[in-house]
């Protein structure tokens, strides 16, 4: 059974930083590209940051410079460093396995 276990959401003020983790589980996940996607209220769900399983990342450009993405095969786990947030990162953020398969999301919120 695959599952994906996004943790790590919160408040913040703007300016400050986060660490979004997903823990994988059912499918051999260094085979498979990771991402995180967000959904900000009445906004349609957006790409914000890919890995490959080599290790190759991609960005969107509304976070690049700011957000890091990192994964760690030996502990099936893939993360997202927020750093810099702004009002406008607010948003349900989603673990996404390039198999198929979404997380249940965790709130991410910029507000002072």
């Known amino acids: 059974q695959v599952q994906l276990v996004e943790s790590g959401g919160g408040l913040v003020q703007p300016g400050g930083s986060l660490r979004l983790s997903c823990a994988a589980s059912?499918?051999?996940?260094?085979?498979?590209?990771m991402s995180w996607y967000r959904q900000a209220p009445g906004k349609e769900r957006e790409l914000a940051a890919a890995?490959?399983?080599?290790?190759?990342?991609y960005y969107a450009d509304s976070v690049k410079g700011r957000f890091t993405i990192s994964r760690d095969n030996a502990k099936n786990m893939v993360y997202l460093q927020m750093n810099s947030l702004k009002p406008e990162d607010t948003a349900v953020y989603y673990c996404?396995?390039?198999?198929?398969?979404w997380g249940q999301g965790t709130q991410v919120t910029v507000s002072s």
């Open positions: 996404y396995a390039s198999k198929g398969y």
């Open positions: 890995i490959t399983s080599d290790g190759s990342t």
């Open positions: 059912g499918f051999s996940f260094s085979s498979y590209a």
